[in-house]
């Protein structure tokens, strides 16, 4: 079981991948950068104002999910919050 150290929204310097849907994300985005503990290893990562409220609406207290997988099991439903965060009709 993983452990986030820090979880703090920032706006990013420079391009970089959701952990959530393995989407690429071009410098000057908000994104949530966290810091994450498996297994003896530190890393950070970053998350996507979708995949946030895609686990908002979808997941309960304390589920995990793997690298892309939250795009991977569910790109229709990951799609229609994306579009609502953009106010696409």
């Known amino acids: 079981m993983s452990t986030y150290l820090s979880w703090k929204e920032v706006i990013t310097r420079k391009a970089h991948e959701c952990f959530g849907c393995d989407k690429k994300y ?31 609406k979808n997941f309960y207290s304390g589920q995990e999910t793997g690298q892309g997988e939250v795009f991977q099991n569910d790109p229709e439903g990951w799609e229609e919050i994306r579009k609502e965060l953009e106010g696409v009709k």
Do not use: F, Q, S
């Open 26 to 56: 071009p410098k000057g985005m908000k994104m949530v950068r966290a810091a994450n503990a498996d297994e003896g290893t530190v890393d950070t990562i970053y998350w996507c104002e979708t995949c946030l409220e895609y686990i908002n």
